[in-house]
T-cell receptor, first 118, second 111 residues
Framework: GAVVSQHPSRVICKSGTSVKIECRSL??????MFWYRQFPKQSLMLMAT?????????EQGVEKDKFLINHASLTLSTLTVTSAHPEDSSFYIC??????????????FGSGTRLTVV | KQEVTQIPAALSVPEGENLVLNCSFT??????LQWFRQDPGKGLTSLLL?????REQTSGRLNASLDKSSGRSTLYIAASQPGDSATYLC??????????FGAGTTVTVRA
């Protein structure tokens, strides 16, 4: 149980276009989902926290107008990178908090999306 | 703000040798500490989760210890194999439910 599916796994887009990444909890309801970004040889940095039915909370330094997060249902959160530029190229990964206690079970992670903006 | 540090950043060993990976964190108010494996271009695979009340967890050749008061954890991998080559990430779940990651230790096991 506790599987998170993330799509697409890879995407290449032209500079100036927008890209949407989906994160779905397959066998549980995710009240909270998290979006991370990872640059090469660096750690994962939390971008934002999304709660179902409410606005996302962004970490300091993350542009909320550039990285639009929607968590419209208990099983789906989306991250849209708007007007993408080459510096947005990165590895994006989501995680979800379900109904099991995170202190005992932790969060469940998606498989990540490699975004390349050309 | 929780800061997580992993030492060393990279490690290369011959097959069969034991691996020791270190993780330290600055704020001891945590729910748990988790070790992940990440292969190049891939997502995270959870290896071990140690709750704040526990001192260690074991799974096969892997053993992780936690000393919460000193802010340290160590991941031991016994009898390393080439398939163990990957980046190992340490992550700490703080009492505000935020997960903070270290930068990782990249391990290469030479055949």
């Amino acid at each position: 149980g506790a599987v998170v599916s993330q799509h697409p796994s890879r995407v290449i887009c032209k500079s100036g276009t927008s890209v949407k990444i989906e994160c779905r909890s397959l066998d549980f309801q995710a009240t909270t989902m998290f979006w991370y970004r990872q640059f090469p040889k660096q750690s994962l940095m939390l971008m934002a926290t999304s709660n179902e039915g409410s606005k996302a909370t962004y970490e300091q330094g993350v542009e909320k107008d550039k990285f639009l997060i929607n968590h419209a249902s208990l099983t789906l959160s989306t991250l849209t990178v708007t007007s993408a530029h080459p510096e947005d190229s990165s590895f994006y990964i989501c995680s979800a908090r379900g109904d099991r206690g995170v202190a005992n079970y932790g969060y469940t992670f998606g498989s990540g999306t490699r975004l390349t903006v050309v | 703000k929780q800061e997580v540090t992993q030492i060393p950043a990279a490690l290369s060993v011959p097959e069969g040798e034991n691996l020791v990976l270190n993780c330290s964190f600055t704020d001891s108010a945590i729910y748990n500490l988790q070790w992940f494996r990440q292969d190049p271009g891939k997502g995270l695979t959870s290896l071990l989760l140690i709750q704040s009340s526990q001192r260690e967890q074991t799974s096969g050749r892997l053993n992780a210890s936690l000393d919460k008061s000193s802010g340290r954890s160590t991941l031991y991998i016994a009898a390393s194999q080439p398939g163990d080559s990957a980046t190992y990430l340490c992550a700490v779940l703080s009492n505000d439910y935020k997960l903070s990651f270290g930068a990782g230790t990249t391990v290469t096991v030479r055949a």
